[in-house]
């Protein structure tokens, strides 16, 4: 009887030790959670007070200037739906960021990869316009998909086989495709009527009403791509944690050598996170022209290659981390044209603000990995 309340004693203490370790690393994880949601902010804040000496050395009042651009996002119907239109490239260019980083991959290519895809989506669309709508926009969609896809499986083809930097090659991706465009649309895809008129400009013709996006909010451009980008989120968000393929893709970014020893095939998943992230800005250019532009023209994909590098990683490359970072991303977009036009300063000034934001964010990343690390080191010494 002594020996069974002995057992009966470890076990009691073991379900203890088991208990605390669990309540630890619950508040383990809220810790974290704090340092990866704190530490970027304050890198904007930073990246704002810094701004806000470049307002003062113009002469211009940085309160009323940030007034206005947060009245200019989110203080009315039209510039809460503008932000919400700028949100829908930028959180699906960063879904692609997110799979591509998983897999310790950079893609830069997002430029391209929306070209691509909306090249092929415009081909299709002014080819098929007589399809239904139940057919042709889904066709279109996926054919975006396959576009983008197809110029992200070029880099990640050649960093699989030759191991060539990914870096390198989507950067140069991006230019064949822009040259590609400007071929085309001053070519085999220009507006008939433009050169009719005389204008030759450098555009598609409208797409067929068949092909066009539905607006959500009437006499605005806040269309259903909206829904299309936020149904994505979830979809990748169970792709990289709920799958094989997508704990893969996360197992290589975290540790490429116990993956080659785990059986896992390195380049091979690499390829695939880089297909996967063309796939997506694909989507975007398809979504862009479709729901915003009504045609392919130069100048379309306004920078958002770049700037989804920066939400993604606002979001802590997280699909559903994504979508608040790149709605804050949308509304900065917005809010700094409505302050230029309320504190007459020069656009220069604005885009230096802008840069200045991706700066401080993008060092944010670094200064969260490393305190979290620390504190992670610290609580092992601990225990």
Request: one cysteine or more; aromatic letters at 8%.
């Amino acid at each position: 009887m002594a020996y069974c309340g002995c057992m009966g004693d470890n076990a009691s203490v073991g379900s203890k030790i088991a208990i605390s370790k669990g309540v630890n690393r619950h508040r383990h994880d809220w810790r974290e959670l704090g340092i990866r949601v704190l530490v970027p902010a304050a890198g904007v804040i930073a990246a704002l007070l810094v701004s806000a000496l470049f307002l003062i050395l113009l002469r211009a009042n940085p309160i009323a200037a940030y007034a206005a651009m947060v009245r200019g996002a989110v203080g009315s119907t039209f510039g809460l739906t503008q932000t919400l239109v700028k949100m829908t490239p930028l959180l699906l260019v960063g879904l692609g960021i997110c799979i591509a980083f998983r897999a310790k991959c950079i893609n830069i290519g997002g430029r391209g990869q929306m070209i691509a895809g909306a090249l092929l989506t415009a081909s299709f669309a002014l080819r098929f316009g007589h399809l239904p709508p139940v057919v042709l926009l889904p066709m279109m969609i996926v054919l975006g998909f396959v576009g983008g896809a197809v110029w992200g499986f070029v880099p990640g083809f050649l960093k699989a086989r030759f191991a060539v930097n990914e870096i390198l090659t989507t950067i140069m991706m991006n230019s064949i495709a822009l040259q590609l465009m400007n071929m085309l649309l001053q070519g085999a895809l220009m507006d008939p009527a433009g050169i009719e008129a005389g204008t030759f400009l450098a555009q598609s013709a409208r797409l067929p009403d068949a092909g066009r996006l539905a607006r959500i909010v009437p006499r605005t451009l806040l269309h259903s791509g909206l829904f299309i980008a936020l149904v994505m989120a979830v979809v990748v968000y169970v792709f990289l944690w709920r799958t094989t393929l997508g704990y893969r893709i996360r197992a290589v970014g975290l540790n490429p050598q116990a993956s080659r020893y785990a059986g896992i095939k390195v380049p091979a998943y690499q390829a695939l996170s880089l297909t996967l992230a063309g796939g997506l800005a694909g989507i975007a250019g398809a979504v862009e022209i479709m729901g915003v532009h009504y045609r392919l023209l130069e100048g379309f994909t306004s920078g958002y290659g770049f700037t989804g590098i920066v939400a993604a990683l606002l979001g802590w490359l997280h699909p559903l981390g994504l979508i608040p970072a790149s709605l804050f991303f949308g509304g900065l977009l917005i809010g700094a044209d409505t302050m230029q036009r309320a504190v007459q300063v020069p656009s220069a000034l604005v885009n230096a603000i802008l840069g200045l934001v991706v700066l401080f964010v993008s060092a944010s990343t670094v200064w969260t990995q490393r305190l979290i690390q620390r504190f992670r080191s610290q609580e092992t010494a601990h225990e």
